[in-house]
């Protein structure tokens, strides 16, 4: 089984597909997870603190606007995770964790530069490649050694 | 605070990410406003981002778009508007721009935008917030055009603190000392302004107090009415300047902070609040005087004499900005031309941090105690190509409001 | 939204179970997800289901649920427990973000379970996995050759 970073990491058809084929899904419902579930913060909603942003520095400088570095504390983990991934080619009205596009192409591009296998496709526009879509990720995750 | 909740509709990016929500629901919960996130189905999302013709790309900003024209076209109620996005995000400083110009121009909401950081805190979003509630809750008195019997205003500023007695519309006495301790400070303002007018504390109808100092002078002496300087001040200048009604522009740089208030009828619109550094306030001017061994009320004078072109200054923080002061004086640049220079960064600060966030409508008023310096006020008409109004008692202005609005109890209690 | 709010539920996983079948309805996926509820939680909703438990638990359950109509029904985990008054709706006086989300790819959801049903085609499939199309367009002496065409 493999970690597979989706993008969009609130994807709810990738995180599906990647599960029911076998592997396990890295969305940013994970990291939230993690915070919702850690005692003694107190910072809703989200349970992020001004720390997430500084942790964020570890991927984007201190110039670069609060939300994406609180976003990258979220994401980046999920990276240096991942085995590999699926990207979906410009999902629109992605929101939330996915709501900002300056951390969205930051994260694109921290994937593509890990040199772990990579699904790049887009939103099907029709049933014919709905069909194509669904083929493509099934056969990436068995070349990952997943279970059909 | 009384009266209802106030229901105040947030339209932002970045705020859960940054730790700085938790801030954003202190501070209402501070003024009794409640914050929302105005519902919508996906379908409106597309059709109001897509009407609306902004094509941002982060989904977030999308949604804050699509909320906002709920609210102009009624789709979603709320009593005001705080829109909040992250500080050097250049694609939602555009948004928050256009939106608040849109509710602005579209709808009588009260709108605040705020660009945080993760060091943003409840304290520093208070005020803004307690102006928001201010205008939804108190209309009725806000649209107040005369005063009446005998009231006092206070106004406690980080710098200095004033008193103003006023009978029948009138002023008849005032009062000012430099802030030191805030109620002795207060207590000696208002004793003098007292002297001046010839009436004793209890013969007061009723009292306002308003700036930094506000509640602890204000539970101190009993006061009918305790707010916030940016509905106060807004209501002071229009009242000294006479344009009560129609649109017009409040700017007053204060001691600590600057204020750029839009006004129609009487009522702050959109307004901003702060400066990135005191470079940009009134203190830099403070500090020019005592560096070129002038007094403060000899700064304005001094500059009109001067020419600050080819002085070299860029007070965007002070440190620096002192720094240009040095070397210009050692460069042996004249007193007249730097303290013109002087004045001409603060309000070129002013003017590129604040005034891009509301929009700039004649006539343009200057209030507090830096628009007694001429040099500024110059300055400012020059950048803005406008003939800047300063009316008398402009430093008085918290006080005046104060004491103006206050009068809205003496016909209640009477 | 005053109150710290203990980590409820620690150590469980939350999966969104969504169904969009003409098979199945919400209420069909609660039976049957009751059926073999054991420790889990299970909360229905106007999409489907959260479920809260230990992982292998959940899993369990939506494995049995998933039965019903395997290629129509949807699962995706979920940060925060149902009904946590952070993330509720009644509390955010509007619908969280992330709901706009999985509101958008429902909207397409349909293609993808077609995807699912021919999987067991292999006919069906096309025989070229997803590339990216060319969006180049016509070159510029293409472009120049029909003007003149036109004209």
Not at chain 1, 113 to 126: N, R, S, T, V
Not at chain 2, 265 to 284: Q, Y
Not at chain 2, 358 to 372: A, R
Not at chain 3, 77 to 89: A, L, Q, S, V, W
């Amino acid at each position: 089984m493999a970690e597979v970073f989706i993008y969009p990491a609130t994807s709810l058809i990738l995180s599906d597909l990647v599960a029911r084929f076998g592997h396990k899904p890295l969305g940013t419902a994970l990291s939230i997870r993690e915070r919702i579930q850690t005692a003694g913060l107190d910072s809703p909603p989200l349970q992020m603190t001004p720390d997430d942003a500084k942790k964020g520095l570890r991927w984007a400088a201190v110039e670069v606007p609060s939300g994406v570095r609180g976003r990258m504390s979220l994401f980046g983990p999920l990276i240096d995770q991942a085995e590999a991934a699926i990207i979906v080619r410009n999902p629109e009205f992605a929101f939330g964790c996915m709501g900002c596009a300056r951390t969205d192409e930051l994260v694109e591009f921290l994937v593509k530069q890990k040199k772990i296998p990579i699904l790049e496709l887009d939103y099907p526009a029709d049933e014919e490649e709905g069909i194509n879509f669904v083929h493509s990720v099934k056969n990436f995750l068995t070349r990952l050694g997943g279970v059909s | 605070m009384t009266g209802e909740t106030v229901r105040i509709a947030q339209l932002s990016c970045g705020p859960e990410y940054s730790g700085v929500q938790k801030e954003i629901y202190a501070a209402a919960e501070a003024v009794g406003a409640e914050v929302f996130f105005p519902d919508l189905s996906l379908a409106d999302i597309k059709r109001n981002f897509r009407d609306f013709g902004l094509d941002v790309r982060s989904g977030d900003l999308k949604l804050a778009i699509a909320r906002a024209v709920a609210l102009v076209e009624g789709a979603a109620d709320a009593d005001a508007v705080f829109i909040a996005s992250c500080f050097r995000c250049a694609e939602a400083a555009i948004v928050r721009n256009e939106l608040r110009r849109y509710i602005h121009e579209y709808s009588k909401l009260p709108v605040v935008s705020y660009s945080f950081t993760e060091r943003t805190t409840s304290g520093t979003l208070l005020t803004r917030m307690e102006a928001l509630t201010t205008i939804a809750r108190r209309r009725a008195l806000l649209a107040r055009e005369r005063q009446t019997g005998l009231t006092m205003g206070v106004d406690s500023g980080s710098s200095t603190t004033k008193a103003v007695v006023m009978q029948d519309n009138e002023i008849i006495g005032t009062g000012w000392r430099p802030t030191t301790e805030v109620i002795a400070s207060a207590d000696d303002a208002i004793a003098l302004a007292l002297e001046e007018s010839g009436v004793k504390r209890d013969d007061l109808d009723a009292v306002g107090t308003t700036g930094y100092g506000r509640f602890l002078v204000g539970e101190q002496i009993k006061a009918d009415l305790v707010q916030e300087e940016l509905t106060v001040n807004s209501k002071g200048a229009v009242f000294l300047a006479d344009c009560q009604h129609g649109p017009s522009t409040v700017i007053d740089i204060g001691g600590m902070d600057n204020k750029a208030i839009s006004v129609l009828d009487g009522i702050p619109g959109t307004f901003t609040m702060g400066g990135i550094c005191a470079g940009a306030s009134g203190r830099f001017l403070e500090m020019t005087a005592k560096r070129l061994g002038v007094d403060i009320t000899e700064l304005g004078p001094l500059a009109m004499k001067g020419m600050g072109d080819d002085v070299p200054m860029n007070s965007y923080c002070i440190v620096f900005g002192t720094q240009s002061l040095v070397n210009a004086l050692a460069e042996g640049h004249s007193k007249e031309n730097v303290a013109a220079a002087a004045c001409h960064s603060v309000a070129e600060q002013v003017f590129e941090q604040q005034l891009q966030e509301i929009d700039i409508k004649e006539p343009v008023v200057m209030v507090g105690g830096t628009s007694l310096i001429q040099g500024l006020v110059r300055a400012m008409g020059n950048l803005l190509q406008t003939e800047v109004v300063v009316p008398h008692h402009s430093q008085y202005i918290g006080s005046v409001g104060a004491a103006l609005l206050s009068s809205g109890f003496v016909e209640k209690s009477g | 939204m005053k109150e710290v709010i203990p980590p409820l539920y620690a150590g469980t996983v939350t999966k969104y179970v969504f169904i969009e079948s003409y098979k199945a309805t919400p209420d069909d996926i609660a039976a049957r997800a009751y059926e073999v509820s054991g420790g889990v939680m299970i909360k229905e909703t106007c999409f489907g289901l959260q479920i809260t438990g230990k992982e292998e638990e959940v899993e369990r359950v939506i494995s049995h649920v998933r039965e019903l109509d395997p290629a129509h029904i949807y699962v995706k985990d979920r940060g925060f427990p149902p009904g946590d008054p952070r993330r509720c709706r009644a509390n955010l006086g509007g619908a969280r973000p992330g709901y706009f989300g999985h509101e958008h790819e429902m909207g397409f959801i349909r293609r993808i379970a077609i995807g699912l049903e021919k999987l067991d085609s292999p006919s069906d499939i096309p025989a070229s996995e997803s590339e990216q199309k060319n969006t180049e367009g016509l070159s510029v002496k293409r472009l120049m050759e029909l003007i003149i065409q036109e004209a």
